[in-house]
């Protein structure tokens, strides 16, 4: 049976599988995933566009995290397995972009999306993921130093803040993938190679 509850954590991953990097940057006559690394990101949409074409993919990427999630803890009453379903659409939403099925279940690495997701449950959190995004940015050039950073402080944030048990859950498997996602530029940045943008 299709439970109201089951039915939001299918149409998260519908919406986070939809690569708005690939889609925009095609409009510009370029096959993304050709380009620097390969991945359908804002991140290499900046490197092959600039950052003019990167802000609205970032934008697009992280409000399909967030719509979902919000649209959860509106329609889904305020019971315990209400909040097992939200952290399920949680996770949902990151697992749909980074193994999106309109590109044979290879996506980006989840990072918009996943602050999406905390913005939605844990406002607070998903803010200070977003600042120290920023600022580590704006210090190091290195966006996947930044992603790393951002997304292990709103995961912390989460934890701390009054958030509810399965959601708190939720968004350590979302770190951790973002985390696992990022190995190879893991890699990297120990051997002081990683790339600026």
């Not at 599988?17 to 006559?29: F, I």
């Amino acid at each position: 049976m299709l439970t109201p509850g089951l039915l939001l954590v299918a149409l998260a991953f519908v919406s986070g599988a939809v690569p708005y990097g690939l889609l925009l940057s095609r409009a510009r006559g370029v096959d993304i995933r050709q380009v620097g690394s390969g991945n359908i990101g804002a991140t290499n949409v900046a490197r092959a566009l600039g950052k003019r074409w990167a802000v609205p993919v970032l934008l697009l990427d992280l409000l399909k995290g967030f719509a979902p999630a919000v649209i959860a803890r509106l329609l889904l009453p305020r019971t315990p397995s209400a909040d097992l379903w939200i952290a399920g659409v949680m996770v949902a939403a990151v697992l749909g972009h980074m193994f999106t099925p309109f590109l044979r279940f290879r996506g980006g690495k989840g990072v918009a999306t996943g602050f999406g997701v905390f913005l939605a449950i844990a406002p607070l959190a998903g803010a200070a993921g977003l600042v120290l995004y920023v600022g580590t940015y704006a210090a190091f050039r290195i966006s996947s130093l930044g992603s790393l950073a951002g997304t292990l402080s709103a995961l912390l944030a989460t934890v701390l803040l009054p958030t509810p048990r399965p959601q708190c859950f939720a968004g350590a498997i979302i770190g951790l993938l973002i985390v696992a996602k990022h190995r190879a530029n893991i890699a990297r940045l120990l051997r002081g190679e990683e790339g600026k943008v």
